[in-house]
């Protein structure tokens, strides 16, 4: 058999490996050769593999890896892919394994590469033969951007485990609900003109202020009218992200973009935060007709909730010694749940560490997550 890499050889070959997904053209990278190193590992260790390309995407793919037979059964699943990373905040090479202070630094250590480094440990020794239900091991493609990889996933995929354990960094805590997320870019159409005469134009960044305005009133409003208190945030969520408008100090602003983000409560369905937006500019629409427009920057996230009482809620409070609890992020989980599993979202690392500079995995995960791994591995899918 192919000899396979302890921990430390695994997580030096999936970080050297760059994968970053990015809406700018310049950054977004293809998977292909992360997807085919985790297909050699777990085929040696006699999975069946399955890699699919994801559609309408620059060169991404999902893997899919099972070993034993049956239905039910146990999926570990995570992303292939990282966020951009910003060089002069790194001290030392993004792609580059450096152990230091006994933590793991490179990009992607935490979220989320590092994941299926555990997960490979844990299933050396796994004897087929031995196994009740199968066990699946997904890697997805896009997750930091349009989550393309686990829709498409979601869409055209017929396994149906009865649990999955998403391995995003949570400090090995059971994650059982979290927030959806949206994005959408409001744009307004002026006139441009010689500021010197400002009635033979339309200014956009004067519609924009008002838009503005109205958008700062429904966040309060949310915040009032919507509360969820198992969340650390307990409303939903309204961000002003970026903004961009105009040329010149002398012109009459033509056009002005503004991107935001709203992230909706559990039971909050995307049409309703959607015509929470709408009816707060429609004053505005019929003051300057046709001249603001809101469009969906990519699709949306929906929220997730794993509801209870759940075996697999049960069975992982009392392997890691946590209490579930509620995010205000987003994760793959939803599209995961779709398959028909109850679901929760658990992996070693802190959520802290995730999109930043000099990313770290604390060498004092590695016991306990191979061990918890294990554990539900063994609970899941092993004869008794």
Known sequence: MKKLPNFTTALKELISSPSISST??????????????????????????????????????????????GEGGLLLAGHS??????????QSDPFAIIEKDD???????????????????????????????????LA????????????????????????????????????VMHKGHMSHRISIEGQSGHSSKPSLGINAIEIMYQVIGALLTLKEQLSVN???????????????????????????CGHCDLDIDMRSLPGMADEELITCLTDSLKSLAEKYPGRIKVNELHPSSPSFEQSQPSDLIETAE???????????????????????????VMGPGSIDQAHQPNEFLALSEITKTEKLLTQMIKKYCLKD
């Open 318 to 344: 009392h392997f890691s010694g946590h209490k579930c609890c509620a995010v205000n992020y987003a994760t793959e989980a939803p599209f995961i749940q779709g398959l028909g599993c109850q679901t929760i």
């Open 226 to 252: 919507y509360k969820n208190t198992q969340f650390d945030v307990t409303s939903p969520t309204l961000n002003l992200g970026a903004i961009k408008g105009g040329d010149n100090a002398n012109r009459i």
């Open 24 to 69: 700018q053209e310049k950054w977004d990278q293809g998977n292909k050769e992360i997807i085919h190193l985790l297909a050699g590992w777990f085929e040696a260790l006699g999975f069946s593999i399955t890699i699919q390309k994801v559609p309408n995407t620059r060169d991404k793919y999902n893997l899919l890896a099972k070993l034993g037979s």
């Open 103 to 137: 933590k793991f630094f490179g990009l992607g250590t935490c979220d989320m590469k590092g994941f299926f480094a555990f997960i490979l440990q844990a299933c050396k020794g796994l004897d087929a033969t031995m196994l009740k239900k199968p066990l699946y091991i």
């Open 140 to 175: 997805t493609a896009d997750e930091e951007t349009t989550m393309a990889g686990a829709r498409f996933f979601a869409e055209s995929q017929d396994i149906k485990p009865d649990v999955a354990i998403i391995g995003e960094p949570t400090n090995l805590v059971p994650v």
């Open 81 to 90: 892919d990282t966020v951009p990373f910003d060089e002069n905040r790194w």
